[in-house]
């Protein structure tokens, strides 16, 4: 017969390895599952904020394009409108007159005038009621003729109005998408922050604050000259601004965006240019050579053309540059320099 022998049982040194190799997997499993993600550095921290700023600021330059054509089509319909209004008046008062006309038209001549003459006593009374209306009919044909005039007017400029109001609807949507596209950049950028630690916060406060100490009246610009009168005038006119905080949309005097901030500064210059750093680019003479900028130069940054400063000389630029700073100068190499423009 076979024999069935029990397993051996096991020793009490292997139970206690077994058991405590099992208990230290646990424990390992568990420190992997609750181990925190890790901190981003700084400079990783910094490279996805400055993007995502960068992407804000280009959100903020359409929203302000959207803005001034919104401006500008408010304007537009609303004058539109009036002459809808004063052209409809003037429509109803020509139907009112060639009412009356037709009216003393019929009355005049009501009877045919074989007839007319016949029946009256005195041809010369005829003759002279006959002319009568031959004027009438003229003014009639007058008449007729402006009232199709003006009414072709009107449905000319109903239908410019017409698609003043519809390109207004579609400005506005626009401008809302922009902002909201804005935000939603910040906010994103705001998150980034938010994962670093209070130290690393404050190691990057102070990075920006040594950037920012870059605004003092003593950054060596060199003995660059003025572009233009107007250039240095304008240049001057942005210093004045130097501290002033960054913010999106805003043309001063309290606060600016970029685009903002080198349009205020020309129009203290007498000035006029358009608002957003896009349209800017296509303000003046391009320069592509850094060398043969001139202070006051407009310095256009980025493959899209979203940010814009002015020319300070020495390699320097003066700007608005992001949210959390202040106009201040920089050196230009900071960013990704694509031409100057001279006004």
Same mark, same amino acid.
């Given at each position: 017969?076979?024999?069935?022998?029990?397993?051996?049982?096991?020793?009490?040194?292997?139970?206690?390895?077994?058991?405590?190799?099992?208990?230290?997997?646990?424990?390992?499993?568990?420190?992997?599952?609750?181990?925190?993600?890790?901190?981003?550095?700084?400079?990783?921290?910094?490279?996805?904020?400055?993007?995502?700023?960068?992407?804000?600021?280009?959100?903020?330059?359409?929203?302000?394009?959207?803005?001034?054509?919104?401006?500008?089509?408010?304007?537009?319909?609303?004058?539109?409108?009036?002459?809808?209004?004063? %052209? @409809?008046?003037?429509?109803? *008062? $020509?139907? /009112?007159?060639?009412? #009356?006309?037709? !009216? +003393?038209?019929?009355?005049?001549? =009501?009877?045919?005038?074989?007839?007319?003459?016949?029946?009256?006593?005195?041809?010369?009374?005829?003759?002279?009621?006959?002319?009568?209306?031959?004027?009438?009919?003229?003014?009639?044909?007058?008449?007729?003729?402006?009232?199709?005039?003006?009414?072709?007017?009107?449905?000319?400029?109903?239908?410019?109005?017409?698609?003043?109001?519809?390109?207004?609807?579609?400005?506005?949507?626009?401008?809302?998408?922009?902002?909201?596209?804005?935000?939603?950049?910040?906010?994103?950028?705001?998150?980034?922050?938010?994962?670093?630690?209070? %130290? @690393?916060?404050?190691?990057? *406060? $102070?990075? /920006?604050?040594?950037? #920012?100490?870059? !605004? +003092?009246?003593?950054?060596?610009? =060199?003995?660059?000259?003025?572009?233009?009168?107007?250039?240095?005038?304008?240049?001057?006119?942005?210093?004045?601004?130097?501290?002033?905080?960054?913010?999106?949309?805003?043309?001063?005097?309290?606060?600016?965006?970029?685009?903002?901030?080198?349009?205020?500064?020309?129009?203290?210059?007498?000035?006029?240019?358009?608002?957003?750093?896009?349209?800017?680019?296509?303000?003046?003479?391009?320069?592509?050579?850094?060398?043969?900028?001139?202070?006051?130069?407009?310095?256009?940054?980025?493959?899209?053309?979203?940010?814009?400063?002015?020319?300070?000389?020495?390699?320097?630029? $003066?700007?608005?540059?992001?949210?959390?700073?202040?106009?201040?100068?920089?050196?230009?190499?900071?960013?990704?320099?694509?031409?100057?423009?001279?006004?």
């Amino acid at each position: 017969m076979a024999s069935h022998r029990r397993p051996k049982p096991a020793t009490r040194t292997r139970v206690t390895v077994l058991t405590a190799t099992a208990a230290a997997a646990v424990a390992l499993s568990a420190q992997a599952a609750n181990a925190a993600p890790a901190k981003p550095t700084i400079k990783d921290a910094k490279t996805k904020v400055d993007a995502l700023y960068s992407q804000a600021e280009q959100a903020t330059e359409k929203y302000d394009a959207a803005n001034e054509k919104l401006h500008t089509l408010q304007k537009d319909a609303s004058s539109l409108q009036d002459q809808v209004a004063r %052209q @409809q008046q003037h429509l109803n *008062q $020509l139907r /009112d007159g060639l009412g #009356a006309i037709a !009216a +003393s038209q019929y009355r005049s001549g =009501g009877i045919d005038p074989t007839i007319q003459l016949f029946l009256s006593a005195n041809p010369d009374t005829y003759l002279q009621q006959a002319t009568a209306l031959d004027q009438l009919g003229a003014l009639q044909a007058g008449a007729m003729e402006q009232l199709q005039d003006a009414k072709r007017e009107l449905d000319q400029s109903r239908a410019e109005a017409t698609a003043k109001l519809a390109d207004l609807q579609s400005t506005r949507a626009e401008l809302a998408k922009r902002k909201s596209e804005a935000k939603d950049k910040l906010a994103q950028a705001q998150q980034v922050l938010n994962t670093l630690t209070a %130290q @690393q916060r404050a190691d990057m *406060q $102070l990075q /920006d604050q040594i950037a #920012a100490n870059r !605004a +003092s009246s003593r950054v060596n610009l =060199g003995d660059a000259k003025a572009a233009t009168g107007r250039a240095g005038a304008a240049f001057a006119a942005a210093q004045n601004e130097l501290g002033k905080p960054y913010v999106y949309g805003a043309t001063g005097p309290g606060s600016f965006d970029c685009s903002g901030l080198t349009s205020y500064a020309y129009a203290q210059a007498g000035v006029s240019i358009p608002r957003t750093s896009e349209e800017q680019a296509n303000a003046g003479t391009r320069i592509y050579s850094e060398s043969q900028l001139g202070v006051g130069d407009l310095v256009i940054f980025y493959g899209d053309f979203h940010h814009v400063g002015l020319y300070a000389g020495n390699g320097m630029v $003066l700007h608005a540059p992001k949210p959390g700073a202040v106009v201040r100068y920089e050196s230009i190499a900071d960013m990704p320099f694509e031409f100057g423009v001279r006004i």
